[in-house]
């Protein structure tokens, strides 16, 4: 009998430490919900991250290493914003005191290609300022066609990124 209440004991320690534990893990993950950035800011630019998708995993990327960017909480993802949630974030920032908008994240910008295009319409349409994509190059790929002349009006440079967080390295 003694063993058995014993056991019994450490039986409920151990639903107790589960318990403990599965609350921690959602309050964490609730507090990651939170600080998720759409729009972040590094220098005088405004960054936009539509997602984390990404065919490649290459060593020099800086997602390899780190989980934020300049002014970034994290770039990390639960999701996949809409061009409508992404449109509204841009209430939030003063965006006539940046240079630049940029299409670049933790993911490659042309997996989202439809929202890439519908914000970049209204960023066009709502604001003067020059947009850049940020890309590994392999859009037409990705989306099976060329996307080149979707981009015409849309995007006014196109950067090949070849990152790394390391100076030596790249």
């Known amino acids: ?18 318990k403990t534990h599965k609350k921690h893990k959602r309050k964490k993950k609730e507090k990651m919900q939170k600080k998720i950035e759409i729009l972040y800011k590094i220098h005088n630019n405004l960054y936009i991250n539509l997602t984390n998708r990404c065919p490649y995993s290459c060593t020099f990327c800086l997602r390899q290493k780190m989980d934020k960017v300049g002014e970034s909480d994290t770039l990390w993802l639960l999701r996949e914003p809409t ?7 841009f209430k939030k920032w003063d965006v006539d005191s940046f240079d630049e ?25 709502k604001y003067n300022k020059p947009i850049r994509l940020n ?31 390391d100076p030596e390295e790249y």
């Open 1 to 18: 009998p003694h063993t058995k209440v014993n056991k019994i004991k450490i039986k409920k320690k151990i639903i107790n430490k589960l």
């Open 83 to 89: 061009a409508e949630e992404v449109i509204e974030e």
């Open 135 to 165: 890309t590994n190059g392999v859009g037409n790929l990705i989306n099976k066609r060329n996307i080149a002349p979707e981009l015409k009006g849309l995007i006014d440079t196109v950067s090949i990124s070849l990152n790394n967080p």
């Open 101 to 125: 908008i940029v299409f670049c994240g933790f993911g490659e910008p042309t997996e989202a290609f439809d929202v890439l295009k519908k914000v970049a319409e209204f960023i066009k349409s």
